[in-house]
T-cell receptor
């Protein structure tokens, strides 16, 4: 039990649609990161938010966007869904940027058809 | 950029066998190194970590030593159990610059332990 919860657990969307995934971090954790894990691969960094501002981004297009809220919750939004967006999306929270321990949620399995 | 390479899998062992999963990395500076475990249908759980050279991380019988001279962080366990069956990910965290706070993962190694 990591104290990080994600919703929904599973989701099926049609190509071209938009989706919002949600994450509730541990209380007091100011940093949240989002990762995409394709089947059989390691997680790939999408972006990170620190105190409600984007702090860094991986090699993902602008149709991947996020928000972080003062109540330690966050969202990942993906517009114009493509079939290759099908993956497990993981959020991870940590106390501060310099903290070396990240706590992961159980993930949201997104299937794009 | 930073990268992590894990040994090719999957790995299949009998219960009580010795486990080694190799991990090497490329990074500038002084990254922290991690092993995460992922059970079927679940997210990632931190297994162990080491934050500086020659540190040994250990947890639940698993060990890994941060070797800067060989840029390695191999995972070992002396006697595996069926319950250890999972996917294991080696990862690094490189503080500084645009990669601050970002974890870079290897591709994962599937471990299956038979009774």
């Amino acid at each position: 039990e990591t104290g990080v919860t994600q919703s929904p657990t599973h989701l099926i969307k049609t190509r071209g649609q938009q989706v919002t995934l949600r994450c509730s971090s541990q209380s007091g954790h100011n940093t949240v990161s989002w990762y995409q894990q394709a089947l059989g691969q390691g997680p790939q960094f999408i972006f990170q938010y620190y105190r409600e501002e984007e702090n860094g981004r991986g090699n993902f297009p602008p149709r991947f966007s996020g928000l972080q809220f003062p109540n330690y919750s966050s969202e990942l939004n993906v517009n114009a869904l493509e079939l290759d967006d099908s993956a497990l999306y993981l959020c991870a929270s940590s106390l501060e940027l310099a903290n070396t321990e990240a706590f992961f949620g159980q993930g949201t399995r997104l299937t794009v058809v | 950029g930073d990268s992590v390479t894990q040994m090719e899998g999957p790995v299949t062992l009998s219960e009580e066998a010795f486990l080694t999963i190799n991990c090497t990395y490329t990074a500038t500076g002084y990254p922290s190194l991690f092993w995460y475990v992922q059970y079927p249908g679940e997210g990632l759980q931190l297994l162990l970590k080491a934050t500086k050279a020659d540190d040994k991380g250990s947890n639940k019988g698993f060990e890994a030593t941060y070797r800067k001279e060989t840029t390695s962080f191999h995972l070992e366990k002396g006697s595996v159990q069926v319950s250890d069956s999972a996917v294991y990910f080696c990862a690094l965290l490189n503080a500084g610059g645009t990669s601050y706070g970002k974890l870079t993962f290897g591709q994962g190694t599937i471990l299956t332990v038979h009774p």
